[in-house]
């Protein structure tokens, strides 16, 4: 069975850190992609940052670039997510997802398998 595992949430104040960790387990063949979505009250999810696992590639959201880093693990099927100089902006549940395709974005259509979510809040 599939399963994403998310950790590492909590309440900070603007401009702090957090890592998130996204612990995979359950694949017969390794995802090639991992990603950080967010969602916030009363909006759509949002996709944050993305890696190709074999590669390391990435891509991130306009919002986080420069603050945010995602990176793995692939030795500890782990993703992570380091949020640096957080704002009350940032505040959402924050979901990791995989996807088996060879090509993925930043929309939340292309993975199939999501974790639970872990919450941030950020005060000001």
């Known amino acids: 069975q599939v399963q994403l595992v998310e950790s590492g949430g909590g309440s900070v104040q603007a401009g702090g850190s957090l890592r998130l960790s996204c612990a995979a387990s359950?694949?017969?063949?390794?995802?090639?992609?991992m990603a950080w979505f967010r969602q916030a009250p009363g909006k759509e999810r949002e996709g944050v940052a993305r890696?190709?696992?074999?590669?390391?590639?990435?891509s991130y959201a306009d919002s986080v670039k420069g603050r945010f880093t995602i990176s793995r693990d692939n030795a500890k099927n782990t993703v992570y997510l380091q949020m640096n100089s957080l704002k009350p902006e940032d505040t959402a549940i924050y979901y990791c997802?995989?996807?088996?395709?060879?090509?993925?974005?930043?929309?939340?259509?292309?993975?199939?398998?999501w974790g639970q979510g872990t919450q941030v809040t950020v005060s000001s």
């Open positions: 890696l190709y696992k074999l590669s390391g590639l990435t």
């Open positions: 359950g694949f017969a063949d390794d995802p090639h992609c």
């Open positions: 997802a995989a996807s088996r395709s060879p090509i993925c974005g930043l929309r939340a259509t292309w993975y199939a398998y």
